[in-house]
């Protein structure tokens, strides 16, 4: 069974510029989460889906931050327009319960 | 507001010594527990988890953790550290609302 995927890996933009990340979870999984961790702190949650729904966006930093979730399947985190304390680690993460959430490699975002 | 404190920032263990990860959390009620580790270049993957019955928990890699109410921890263990353990780990919460409130993690550094 694949893992929770996400692309790209790394991304170097330049403030102002947009980027969009993308997720693809488990196969059936039908709770999709965003996390972001900025250089030396915490993992902090952004926003959870369940199907295509937005459960709760909580965490979303700003109106700069636009998370999809297209028929309940793959996932797109665009940043329009990118400013520098955007840069860090992008993580998704799926569930079928809720309870156990399984995480994907990361995007790295550069933003200078 | 539940929050997960990880008091150390950063350890260094020999191979084949002992190991233990200090997790402290606040939470109003019994909390959902995970320990997650990230390997250099690599994902979050889920160690083990505390939902409910017995406190102490077996995971993968040899690793386990003990839930105690009464102090408010869950501590991770590792009866010998392989060079392999090398990594960051995270501790982390979940409410009611699932999603995850992580620590700040611990970097392990394993000398040989």
């Known amino acids: 069974e694949a893992g929770v995927t996400q692309f790209p890996s790394h991304s170097v933009i330049e403030k102002g510029q947009t980027v969009t990340l993308r997720c693809d979870p488990i196969?059936?999984?039908?709770?999709l989460y965003w996390y972001r961790r900025v250089m030396g702190k915490e993992i902090k949650f952004l926003l959870h889906f369940v199907k295509e729904s937005k459960q709760d966006e909580s965490g979303m930093p700003n109106n700069r931050f636009l998370a999809e979730r297209t028929g309940g399947t793959y996932s797109t985190l665009k940043v329009q327009p990118a400013e520098l304390e955007d840069s860090g680690v992008y993580f998704c993460?799926?569930?079928?319960?809720?309870?156990?959430?399984?995480f994907g490699p990361g995007t790295r975002l550069l933003v200078l | 507001a539940q929050s997960v404190t990880q008091p150390d920032i950063h350890i260094t263990v020999s191979e084949g010594a002992s190991l233990e990860l200090r997790c402290n959390y606040s939470y109003g009620a019994t909390p959902y527990l995970f320990w997650y580790v990230q390997s250099p270049g690599q994902g979050l993957q889920l160690l083990l988890k505390?939902?409910?019955?017995?406190?102490l928990v077996q995971g993968i890699k040899g690793f386990e953790a003990e839930f105690k109410r009464s102090q408010s921890s869950f501590n991770l263990r590792k009866p010998s550290v392989h060079w392999s353990d090398a990594a960051e780990y995270f501790c982390?919460?979940?409410?009611?609302?699932?999603?995850?409130?992580f620590g700040k993690g611990t970097l392990l550094t394993v000398n040989p």
């Open positions: 505390y939902f409910s019955g017995d406190t």
């Open positions: 196969s059936g999984h039908d709770n």
């Open positions: 993460a799926s569930s079928q319960e809720s309870l156990t959430q399984y």
């Open positions: 982390a919460l979940a409410g009611s609302n699932y999603k995850l409130t």
